[in-house]
């Protein structure tokens, strides 16, 4: 007995196909249904039954593959490097700037392939609570990053700089002089 191995399976499937396709067009004008596309053999005594034979489908063209993350990714697209994009990743770059305090792991320097940029919409349940008023909404993250920031406490930490940046120097120690000419007189 032969084993599959041996056997030239696909000569056997060609033949196969060529006469199904020969058996449906005599169905179809018996407007009898289709046979199934798999081929099925019989099991001999005492062996197992061995699994059905399908008819391969050649492809001849590949589906074109759309430019995305993939899969894993959620098909994420491609992201058009806009000069509104190029800006707002700036400012992501640059945000160690805008809050010292609070470390942040450092970004690339160029835009990612795939990105997407979205706009946040508070839900009907958020009206009272996390809504932002009109005069609160910014057109862009530039704006909305300078006006998180309290003008007060930036005045005050240019006034500490500018205090630092001038102590020791001439017009530091004048000033110092004529304090004690103040209180001494």
Known sequence: MTSLADIDLDGLLREAESRL???????QI???PPLSGSLTSVPSRGAAPREALSVRQIQ?????T??????????LPKADATSELKRDWQILRMRNVLDPKQQRKAL???????????????????????????????HNLLQEALDSRDESKMRHKYANIQHDKTSGKKG???KFLS?????KG
């Open 60 to 64: 001849t063209t590949k589906t074109p």
């Open 21 to 27: 396709s020969k058996t449906r067009t005599s169905q």
């Open 66 to 75: 759309e430019d995305t993350a993939g899969k894993d990714w959620f098909h």
């Open 30 to 32: 018996d407007n009898k």
């Open 108 to 138: 690339r320097p160029e835009i990612p392939k795939y990105a997407q940029v979205g706009e946040i919409v508070a839900g009907p349940t958020d009206f009272y609570s996390a809504r932002m008023t009109r005069k609160e909404r910014k």
């Open 172 to 174: 530091s120690y004048r």
């Open 179 to 183: 304090q004690r000419k103040k209180f």
